[in-house]
């Protein structure tokens, strides 16, 4: 069954978006909110590692930041809560690397 | 879908309670059903009525409220978490010889057997925290 | 009644620091009751919450640490710890306390509840589950 990884603190302050990279398999998707949202900055040092994975971003809290959709990583889909609640149905449970 | 949402976290102090209250009215709008929100930790600090947030910012408190009542939602802080947190109803207030009760309208307080329960009868558990 | 569930519950703070260790271990207690199926991960951090030799007593905070070797009276047999985090942080499973449980379908032997798991074997087994709880 699959799993929606939910990031929600910076790469720059946890580990969590790095733990989560090790336990996301194919057919799982990550979602970042919160602060996780720095994670998808394009020029930042984390972009690279989340490349090839199902990656969503919370546009509300990249809005919040003053991140502009195009300085978000390729490949990452922008989705708002509806998107959220979307995720968590399609995938078979959702864990929350807090 | 049937939704279990816990929230670890105070109101204000972390975006954990935003996060929850936001996704938990997409879920409504999108026609789910939230079997139950479970406040633990610090989370039971969002059913405290005594809060006086500015008035130019959102009242944590009072659109949980708002929501359980519009949606009639089953709010529920743990006990054991807002025994040690000072978050008390009526009957507590009764039971540990306390001179008040602080509990906000649509909460209420019980044992964590309703997260167990809640993780049970739902179809997904969604955790909000730090 | 429904078909059990597996649970699994995601450990990964250190205990006293932050209450987390101490509040998802009453969760675990209560949740026995409803004879799911359970699991505890222990990863980063939560890998110290079984440090064996706690001593709280210059802190005058409660010392919960006995609480996990009553986990095997509560059916709680599976205790996986992640070997990247017990190694990153020099420990081993000396390190650690010596949980076990008694096998009722083995003439009540005496059982080891840890296992050392890879994070690749902990992500498979994350992947089985049902339900994850994180604190």
Known sequence: ?98 | MKLTIQVNEGPYQHEAADSAYNFAVAALEKGHEIFRIFFYHDGVNNGTRLTTPPQDDRNIVNRWSELAEKHNLDLVLCVAAAQRRGIVDADEMKRHGKDANNIAPGFRISGLGQLIEGAIQSDRLVVFGD | MSETKKFLYVNRKAPYGTIYALESLEVVLIGAAFEQEVSLAFIDDGVFELAKGQDTKGLGVKNFSPTYSALGDYDVTRIYVEKESLEERGLTLDDLMHLTYEDEDDDWAEKDSIHLVTRAELSKIMHEQDVLFDF
């Open chain 1, 1 to 98: 069954m699959s799993i929606l990884h939910v990031v929600n603190k910076s790469p720059y302050e946890k580990n969590s978006l790095e733990v989560c990279i090790g336990y996301y398999q194919d057919g799982d998707a990550i979602l970042l909110i919160e602060d996780g949202v720095y994670a998808a900055m394009a020029t930042g040092k984390f972009a690279s590692a989340l490349a090839g994975k199902d990656l969503n971003v919370l546009r509300a809290d990249l809005s919040a930041r003053g991140i502009a959709d195009d300085k978000v990583v390729d490949g990452a889909k922008l989705v708002d809560y509806g998107g959220f609640v979307d995720l968590v149905g399609s995938h078979g449970k959702v864990q929350s690397w807090l």
